[in-house]
């Protein structure tokens, strides 16, 4: 059983830069691979990134390479993405979820999620 938050959310401008952060609480928290998702108005729930347990393996949607960086520190219990040159296209409701499937990029692959954090960037 593990629960997630997450938080860092917020208003920013477009270039700017945000760092989310997934606090996760269970006897077994840091054993799960973690991935975070993102999910504008009337759009279906989208993988961003996603990032292993021991933190060797690690993936990036195409829309988000080389401006997001997924990250952890088991010692916290904690999960981050940093995102900069945030675009108006980033804006979106960002979730962070658990799975125990190695490379796992589906939203049917997650069984625990946190309950989101808006993200809003302005042009």
């Known amino acids: 059983q593990v629960k997630l938050v997450e938080s860092g959310g917020g208003l920013v401008q477009a270039g700017g830069s945000l760092r989310l952060s997934c606090a996760a609480s269970?006897?077994?928290?840091?054993?799960?691979?973690m991935g975070w998702f993102r999910q504008a108005p009337g759009k279906e729930r989208e993988f961003v990134a996603r990032?292993?347990?021991?933190?060797?393996?690690?993936y990036y949607a195409d829309s988000v390479k080389g401006r997001f960086t997924i990250s952890r520190d088991n010692a916290k219990n904690s999960v981050y993405l940093q995102m900069n040159s945030l675009e108006p296209e980033d804006t979106a409701f960002y979730y962070c979820?658990?799975?125990?499937?190695?490379?796992?990029?589906?939203?049917?692959?997650?069984?625990?999620w946190g309950q989101g954090t808006q993200v809003t960037v302005s042009s």
């Open positions: 979820a658990a799975s125990l499937v190695l490379g796992a990029q589906k939203v049917g692959n997650y069984g625990y």
């Open positions: 269970g006897r077994t928290a840091s054993s799960y691979h």
């Open positions: 990032i292993s347990w021991s933190g060797a393996d690690i």
